[in-house]
């Protein structure tokens, strides 16, 4: 089975440009959450999308965005890019809506901010 | 302000030696408490957890101790082996907001042969 798969694996962008990174959830996952981790730190809740819709943001600026298709993929926007928007960006998919005890991670997007 | 406190940054053990990670919190609705490990290039991925209605849980050669009066929890990892050389993180979610985890900063581990 594949597990939760994420692309581009990698990202070079410059500052005030837009990115979207995708994620692909477990198959039958219909949860999808989007967290960063900067070098260093623990990751950081971005968003959760169960069923298409938004159940929770963390407290990230409105450049976040992120959106959940009816195939459960899932795409996060980052728009007018900032330097210390270089991170490692995670996806984590799970069956139900409380995500929390059946998370999976994909490996990540890379995205380096010059 | 960072909800949960981890220890140490990094740890150096001897093969088949005890690792052992410190975690602590403040928030008192966190009721799920799950410690993942992660290796470079990959994303974390769920090595065993706890609720705080258990004092200890046990699997394999990893166990959780949680002290639900003092908030803390940890992670010993018996018999420490090379390919457990990681980075280890604790997290906590709250029964309110169940699909929000609040991760820790990590603790590289380093096994030496």
């Known amino acids: 089975d594949a597990g939760v798969t994420q692309s581009p694996t990698h990202l070079i962008k410059t500052r005030g440009q837009q990115v979207t990174l995708r994620c692909s959830p477990i198959?039958?996952?219909?949860?999808v959450s989007w967290y960063q981790q900067v070098l260093g730190q623990g990751p950081q809740f971005i968003f959760q999308?169960?069923?298409?819709?938004?159940?929770g943001r963390g407290n990230f600026p409105d450049r976040f965005s992120a959106r959940q298709f009816p195939n459960y993929s899932s795409e996060l926007n980052v728009n007018a890019l900032l330097l210390g928007d270089s991170a490692l960006y995670l996806c984590?998919?799970?069956?139900?809506?409380?995500?929390?005890?059946?998370?999976?991670f994909g490996s990540g997007t890379r995205l380096t901010v010059v | 302000q960072q909800q949960v406190k981890q220890s140490p940054q990094s740890l150096i053990v001897q093969k088949g030696g005890i690792s052992i990670i410190n975690c602590a919190y403040e928030?008192?609705?966190?009721?799920?408490f799950p410690w993942y490990q992660q290796f470079p290039g990959k994303g974390p991925a769920l090595l065993i957890a706890?609720?705080?209605?258990?004092s200890e849980k046990k699997e394999g050669r990893f166990t959780i101790s949680f002290n639900k009066s003092a908030k803390q929890f940890s992670l010993h990892i018996m018999d420490s082996q090379p390919g457990d050389s990681a980075t280890y993180f604790c997290?906590?979610?709250?029964?309110?907001?169940?699909?929000?985890?609040?991760f820790g900063s990590g603790t590289k581990l380093n096994v030496k042969p």
């Open positions: 984590a998919s799970s069956l139900e809506v409380r995500g929390g005890y059946g998370y999976t």
């Open positions: 198959s039958g996952h219909k949860s």
């Open positions: 999308y169960y069923e298409k819709e938004e159940r």
């Open positions: 928030n008192t609705a966190f009721d799920y």
């Open positions: 706890i609720r705080p209605d258990v």
């Open positions: 997290a906590a979610a709250d029964k309110y907001n169940f699909n929000k985890f609040y």
